[in-house]
């Protein structure tokens, strides 16, 4: 009996010693996989959709993100559409790369003449997928997209325990069908309070402690022509709500916008001064006279305002400063007629 319950310890020994080894060859793999496909991220994330205007203006207009790039339309040949499972007699595809903020960009795919499947896969079919977009304020995110028509699939659900407690989320649909999310966990996650080794990425860490991340205060060029294209769109908005929506997008809560004569802090003063000068001029409008200059996180937009009839009754140049994403410093320079 002794000789047995020795034979037993040796073999349990031995297998957790096996066990270790494996653990420790396979954490070793992993980091060299890393290390050879050098990959640093998600970059994009592809999505199709069965009508290319309806998904664009759904991303933009909904979601307010930015479309950038359009690749196509494309025609396939058959090795391609054979190596990539495409049905023979679907026609050229056409893709749109749309800017979604803080994270991955989102590819939109739409074929012409398409065969494949039009049913939408279930949530337990293999091959589903949904994006998750991160809010701040997930009841007056899921309140602003039912205002648009958007299918909420429930209510939001806060996690009570676990891992993920503090974490609310709930999923919507889009026009076409998709299944997406709206996930928020201002305060956090449960398991970030039991000190772990490592901590999952988020949008709001980027917001929020921009510098945690190397050249976090460094935005694309591309990106600060969106976001100068969307502050004219500000100062033309003339319905307050939209008008604010779009300043959290393009503007730091605590932007100083710098006149010759004032300067204005925060949304509240700008948007009082927005309406001011609407008032003022009822019929004129803000456009760009050239190309938006940008030099490393800098932008310089010249522009002119007025009326159909005479666009450019005052021009001037706006100066802005980008530091994590959105504008913090708006210098406005008007030009004296002589």
Known sequence: MKTRNKSNQKIQTSAVALLNLVFLFSTAEKVEAQNNAGIIGIDHIGINVPDLNQGITFFSEVLGFKPITQLGPIPLDAGWKEANHINPATGAVTIKMINAGTGASIEVFSYADNKGSKVHPNSDDIGASHIAFYTADISESVKYLKSKGVKILGEPFLTPSGDTAGESWVYFETPWGSKMELVSYPNGKGYEK???????????????KGTDKPNSNMISESEIKSLVELHLAIWNEKDLKKRSNLMKKVYAENIQMVDTHFTAIGYQEINKFVEDLQKKSLNSKFSPVKAIDVNQNTARL?????PAEKPNAVTGMDLFVFENGKAVKLYVFVDIKK
């Open 302 to 306: 010249y522009w002119q305002n007025g």
């Open 194 to 208: 039991n000190n772990p080794s490592a901590i999952l990425w988020s949008p709001k860490d980027i917001e929020k």
